[in-house]
C-alpha cells in the first residue's frame, strides 16, 4: 500500500489586474476558473494562453502567489495594452 500526504489542497483566492485601461468585469470573462474553486496550475497556463492569443495585449504575465501560511492563492495578472490603432489584413 502507499500513502501519499500532499498537504493541505490550495483554492484560487482573488484575481488583480495591473497596468490596463479595461476593466476587471471585462477581464473577467477570460477566467477559466472562479474564486474559490481548486486550485489547479494548468488553469493558470490557459488564463495567460487566453489573455495571450486575444488581441488586446502586447504583454502578458500571470502570477499565482501562493504563501506556505494560506490555502488562498491570488492571482496577479499583469497586462500591457496593445497599440489601440492595429489593422490586420487577410
Known sequence: YLTL???????FGPVSYEKTRLSPKFLNRYLPFEPGEVYSPPKILLLQNKLSTSD??????VKPLVEENS????????????????????
Open 5 to 11: 500526504n500532499t498537504g493541505p489542497q490550495h483554492y
Open 56 to 61: 488586446y495585449f502586447s504583454k502578458v504575465n
Open 71 to 90: 490555502q488562498q492563492v491570488p492571482v496577479q495578472v499583469e497586462l500591457e495594452d496593445a497599440k489601440p490603432n492595429q489593422y490586420l489584413f487577410g
